[in-house]
């Protein structure tokens, strides 16, 4: 069914948006001890990993697990925004340079686990963006691209959008201060 006005498609986004976070801070969609349990050997299963990986924290399952363990208590929907973060991090380049910088993934995560999605966030990683355009001309625009791209294919494919968004938003932001 569609919508045959935008503030229509607005309404109905908005109760489906309501829908989500009621059901996404429900009691039974909180990280239990029995949720950590299960997805670390959902993931030790599809990784073919060793059960010993899951309590190093060196380890990509032991991170997994510290992550999880340290969230312990929050909704998924809590849970969703610190992984978009942490996307964001990745995708941006940051995660590579505190592992340059000799930061453990504990210090990462202790630093980032506490912190929202949040203007200074995409403000630093906008300005991570202005920089790469003055070294390389062009990389914004090839990346708003791309990501404009994988964003209408997510779309279309019925998937979460926010971290393809957010990404979109960043890159846009950059462009505008290029721009000033």
């Known amino acids: 069914q569609f919508c045959p006005t935008k503030a229509e498609a607005r309404r109905s986004a908005a109760k489906i948006a309501l829908m989500n976070s009621v059901f996404n801070e429900h009691p ?3 990280i239990t001890e029995d949720f950590i349990e299960k ?6 299963a599809s990784f ?3 059960p010993e990986e899951a309590d190093n924290p060196g380890t990509g399952i032991g991170a997994f697990r510290f992550m999880l363990e340290s969230n312990r208590g929050k909704s998924m929907l809590e849970f969703q925004e610190l992984m978009t973060v942490f996307q964001l991090l990745h995708w941006n380049g940051s995660l590579k340079a505190m592992r340059e910088r000799q930061c453990s ?3 990462v995560l202790a630093h980032y ?3 929202a999605l949040d203007d200074e966030i995409r403000s630093q990683m906008a ?16 990346e708003l691209a791309g990501t404009e791209r994988e964003l209408e294919e997510a779309r279309l494919a019925g998937k979460e959008l926010r971290f393809h968004k957010e990404r979109k938003d960043i890159l846009l932001l950059a462009a505008g201060q290029l721009g000033s």
């Open 28 to 30: 039974s969609r909180r």
């Open 39 to 44: 997805s670390v050997s959902e993931a030790l």
């Open 48 to 50: 073919h990993g060793n």
């Open 105 to 107: 993934r504990q210090e």
């Open 113 to 115: 686990s506490h912190r």
């Open 127 to 142: 300005m991570d963006w202005v920089s790469r355009e003055q070294s390389s001309p062009g990389a914004l625009s090839r």
